[in-house]
């Protein structure tokens, strides 16, 4: 297909459905709610300005361009893909051949896409492609009405989201500050535990070793008095047994005891009030020192009314010190009013 065919086709192409186009336009602002990012992703915000056409097409020839834009727009690819659409072969086709008013007239009937598009972007928040198609817009028409608010909407998008990014960063901050301050105070509130818990194990090991110590100390104070006891016990044997390997004194030795005090014994109550009578014979040992050091009954009539009583009173009795114990008997005798 030739160049100087090409306004026929395109313009078939182009000029039935503008009249459509510029009313959606026209439209596009209060019908179209904007498309909203997905949530939780920055939108893109658009690099530094590229040039509008790129350079693989400026560099291209006249037919060349011309047979491009044409496949371009058999193709529907009237602002897209970047490098590879109609718009962009025209404006390279009208910077070689600037007077060409086929060139300009298709340009004309492009300019209601792009302009759609961008601002379909702008609403999608692609801010990359909508510079792209902006600049394709200024580069066409740099008078085009919709350019000053193309780009302002441009800017205040682009801040916006810069704003929502800068806003998602802070609160993404104080969430993870606020995170660690949480883990911060959860770990103090562990080691304070652990702390705790520790020093009552220590509280408990003390008071545990304590009760041990009282423990021993009791079983040491049992066993000294059970020690004692059975010293004492052994001294008690000891008297006894040397007593009794001492042949009985015959009644004439008695004498050589000279007694200091011995008390009667106590009348038991109930024997008196009944009016029983008794002796008992009891074998007293008498130490150096004149006391009685050991006492056993005998014999008792009647056995055991009197018994208690007579041995309490023997071991009242004092002697006159004696150069070695002494062993003998005394007769005790229980009469009612005697």
Same mark, same amino acid.
């Given at each position: 297909?030739?160049?100087a065919?090409?306004?026929?086709?395109?313009? +078939?192409?182009?000029?039935?459905?503008?009249?459509?186009?510029?009313?959606?336009?026209?439209?596009?602002?209060k *019908?179209?709610?904007a498309?909203?990012?997905?949530?939780?992703?920055a939108?893109?915000?658009?690099?530094?300005?590229?040039?509008?056409v790129?350079?693989t097409?400026?560099?291209?020839?006249?037919?060349?361009l011309a047979a491009?834009?044409?496949?371009?727009l058999?193709?529907?690819?009237?602002?897209?893909?970047?490098?590879d659409?109609?718009?962009?072969y025209?404006?390279?086709?009208?910077? /070689?051949t600037?007077?060409?008013?086929?060139?300009?007239?298709?340009?004309?009937?492009?300019?209601?896409?792009?302009?759609?598009a961008?601002e379909?972007?702008?609403?999608?928040?692609?801010?990359?492609?909508?510079?792209?198609?902006?600049?394709?817009?200024? /580069?066409? *028409?740099? %008078?085009?009405?919709?350019? $000053?608010?193309? /780009?302002?909407?441009?800017?205040?998008?682009?801040?916006?989201?810069?704003?929502?990014? &800068?806003?998602?960063?802070?609160?993404? /901050?104080?969430?993870?500050?606020?995170?660690?301050?949480q883990?911060? !105070?959860?770990?103090?509130q +562990?080691?304070?535990?652990?702390?705790? &818990?520790?020093?009552?194990?220590?509280v408990?090991?003390?008071q *545990?070793?304590?009760?041990?110590q009282?423990?021993?100390?009791?079983? !040491?104070?049992?066993?000294?008095?059970?020690?004692?006891? !059975?010293?004492r016990?052994?001294q008690a044997?000891?008297?006894? %047994?040397?007593a009794a390997r001492?042949?009985?004194?015959?009644?004439?030795?008695?004498p050589?005891?000279?007694?200091?005090?011995?008390?009667a014994?106590r009348? $038991?109550?109930?024997?008196?009030?009944?009016?029983?009578?008794?002796?008992?014979?009891?074998?007293?040992?008498?130490?150096? *020192?004149?006391?009685?050091?050991?006492?056993?009954?005998?014999? &008792?009539?009647p056995?055991?009314?009197?018994d208690r009583?007579?041995?309490?009173?023997v071991?009242r009795?004092?002697?006159?010190?004696v150069?070695? $114990?002494?062993?003998?008997?005394?007769?005790l005798?229980?009469?009612? #009013? #005697?």
């Amino acid at each position: 297909m030739s160049y100087a065919a090409l306004p026929v086709i395109a313009r +078939a192409r182009l000029l039935a459905p503008v009249v459509l186009l510029l009313g959606l336009v026209a439209c596009s602002g209060k *019908d179209e709610p904007a498309a909203a990012p997905a949530a939780g992703t920055a939108p893109a915000v658009a690099p530094a300005a590229a040039p509008a056409v790129s350079s693989t097409v400026q560099a291209m020839g006249t037919d060349e361009l011309a047979a491009s834009a044409s496949q371009a727009l058999r193709e529907n690819r009237m602002y897209a893909p970047a490098g590879d659409n109609a718009i962009e072969y025209y404006l390279a086709l009208r910077d /070689k051949t600037p007077d060409d008013a086929v060139v300009k007239s298709a340009l004309t009937d492009l300019l209601p896409y792009t302009l759609i598009a961008a601002e379909n972007n702008l609403a999608r928040e692609d801010f990359t492609e909508a510079q792209r198609l902006i600049a394709l817009i200024e /580069k066409a *028409d740099p %008078a085009a009405p919709a350019l $000053p608010r193309l /780009k302002q909407s441009l800017e205040a998008g682009m801040e916006k989201a810069a704003q929502r990014t &800068s806003d998602e960063t802070a609160r993404v /901050k104080a969430e993870a500050e606020a995170k660690s301050r949480q883990q911060a !105070e959860q770990q103090r509130q +562990a080691e304070q535990r652990g702390r705790e &818990s520790e020093a009552a194990q220590q509280v408990a090991a003390q008071q *545990d070793a304590s009760r041990r110590q009282t423990e021993q100390q009791d079983a !040491e104070r049992q066993a000294a008095e059970r020690r004692a006891a !059975e010293q004492r016990q052994q001294q008690a044997a000891a008297a006894q %047994a040397a007593a009794a390997r001492q042949p009985a004194a015959p009644a004439a030795a008695a004498p050589s005891l000279r007694p200091v005090s011995t008390p009667a014994p106590r009348y $038991p109550a109930e024997a008196l009030r009944s009016g029983t009578s008794g002796e008992v014979l009891v074998e007293i040992t008498v130490g150096t *020192d004149g006391s009685v050091v050991n006492a056993r009954v005998l014999r &008792s009539t009647p056995a055991r009314i009197f018994d208690r009583e007579a041995i309490n009173a023997v071991k009242r009795w004092r002697f006159e010190p004696v150069a070695a $114990p002494v062993v003998t008997r005394r007769t005790l005798a229980f009469q009612p #009013g #005697g």
